[in-house]
């Protein structure tokens, strides 16, 4: 069994409907499919930005109702922890000094720790990273 690794991209790429990914994720067992608490943190912190700069009773509106949406997707989400393995991982990566943005790197973290692929259209940074396996599911 494999276990499929949405990076924060794949994530929203989802979220939006994206229809080659969408057909490819949708024909996965649910339980092979993951997303990363550090993918989460990065979703609420976009949103919560959008809440904080609405400046209109439409804006707020949507704003809120975004969140809302963000929030019921990660509570059905197989959301994956970053542990103590994740931090292990995470610091080997650093001494290595894997030059990629520190959420990229404690992502492929938790990836490389769970024995899982990632789903990125990110190969540019996830390439850097050794050990870590990755595919992009938006193209055929």
């Known amino acids: 069994m494999s276990l499929w690794v949405l990076d924060t991209d794949h994530v929203s ?15 996965a067992k649910a ?3 993951a997303v990363t608490v550090v993918t989460a943190e ?8 959008i809440v ?8 707020l509106v949507s704003a809120y109702a975004k969140l809302r949406a963000t929030l019921d997707y990660f ?4 959301l ?4 103590e393995n994740a ?5 080997s990566l650093v001494t290595q000094k894997i030059r990629i943005g520190t959420r990229d790197l404690r992502i492929a973290a938790i990836v490389i720790s769970q024995n899982g692929i990632l789903l990125t259209r990110n190969r540019r940074d996830f390439e850097r990273v050794p050990g870590l396996q990755f595919e992009d599911w938006t193209i055929e």
Do not use: K, M, W
């Open 13 to 27: 790429l989802f979220q939006r409907g994206h229809p080659i990914f969408t057909r490819l994720i949708n024909r």
């Open 31 to 33: 339980e092979e499919v």
């Open 42 to 49: 990065e979703q609420l912190r976009g949103q919560l930005h």
């Open 52 to 59: 904080r700069r609405a400046n209109s009773a439409d804006a």
């Open 75 to 78: 509570r059905t989400a197989n």
């Open 80 to 83: 994956l922890n970053f542990d």
């Open 87 to 91: 931090y292990y991982c995470y610091e």
